[in-house]
């Protein structure tokens, strides 16, 4: 059995890769739940979304989130209601969020939620939030402090960050089998996502790093950034706002005290002795650019190779 | 100012054509919420939409109901999370629900509500649910008691009918201005709406009918019942589940007690004596099939003539 820690798209571009050579029924995925959020009443997992939605072969593959071939009537009717509509919630990716949202009112938790709609779209990989508690990711902007959704997609990450809150991360647990997925693991990949607010908001649920820490399994981390940017995303300015340099190096960094192997891209080669050297850590170097399913298949190959496969 | 009494669909056309000769701040419309019902978490007014929607020009002419080129990618979605899908809610449609869910979560009353989603949406006729207290028409069939949607929609009125229940109309109060409405009324007129579960539920509210009988104000009514059969709808067989003669005479008859004028169709014109004769009732014989916009202002000029203006 695998673990794959993820946050959004670039996980799922990775998980397509990675699942062409492993049996989903061998993978188990934890999932940032930091970007969750409420609204209309709704319940949104944006990162449990995308992933779901890339393994159940339903994703905007353009956009790397939504449904393919979803309408939009629905935000078009809202926002004759006075409504903001910035969140771009397609009326059959709609459909999730109200089922999720009333089985949680019914009393069940986010995993029990995730592993019904995963069963429901024919997902056989594994897939756990991070933890069924509440937790929110906040940045600390100069515009002022506000929910990572709205930092992002509302303000399109134009505020100057100065710092990033995990709220709630103290009292939450990770959610059942977490834990137990970590310890059991052939081997654990931490996906090319945002190392700040994706992997980081999973590392800030408390007993995850320290399982990470313990296990005697390989892990092994693939870059988001290549060349000083993010292949997609805000990490670079989240990553500055926090005082990193924006490179593979900081993300090594910021995952050393239990990474065993980082996957960097060709382009960053350069980068490979300084971390081996300064953070005792094994880098592979290969092409982690992902623009075909190949391309895919070739870094799960890496990875998979990392962890003695 | 004029009063309108109205159920969905055939009222809605009605009430088109009244618009063509009655300025939209002239009219209140009190409409039947004995047909709302929650599905999916949202509370649904099939009647309050279908009135809203017709008069801001939304309305799906073809059905009657529903928004006109709205999509059901909600509904899709939502039947591969295992849910009944027979309301056929589309995806601009489902906004107003949410809306209109949303506000009453806030503790807004239903008119506050409908006097919102009518701002919004430009429509200046004042629309009034009958009342802010929940009333549940309920059919007793052969199959059992069920909701009014369940019946109409779900399994398609083929249950014969035993009785019919409006469920909590003893302890429902009019809405706001209702009573107000027809005391100050020039004219009242009651559309030609299912006389059993639409003007019915209307009229079970307890204040109502009485208003209707105490005022001063002509009152006219359009019969639904063409030859012995509904131009829309499931009346003939509530009406003769309930030991009524399926005719314009029957609907006349439960609308004796506060009736001036009774407008009936020229196929129908047989029954003119007979009404007249037996109920007392003043009637009127035209072409009431509203099957043009034409045919519908020449209807609501009969009725307004009917009210003396």
Redesign the interface.
Known sequence: MFVAMAGGVGAARFLQGLLEVVSPEDLTVIVNTGDDFEI??LYVSPDLDIITYTLAGLVDEGKGWG?KG??F??????S????ETWFRI???????H??R??LL?RGLRLSQVTA??CH??GVQVRILPMSDDPVRTMIRTEAGIMHFQEYLVKRGAKDAVLGVDFLGAKEAKPSPGVLEAIEEAYGIIVCPSNPIVSIGAILSIYGIRQALRRTRAPVVAISPIIMGAPVKGPADKLMRGLGFEVSAFSVASLYSDFLDTFIIDFRDSMLAKRIEGELGIKVIVTDTLMTSLEAKKRLAEATLHSLGR
């Open positions: 209309y009443g449904i979803d309408t009537g629905f935000l078009d009717m809202l004759r209601y006075g409504y397609g009326d059959r990716d709609l459909a999730t109200l089922h949202t009333m009112r019904d709609i429901r779209l």
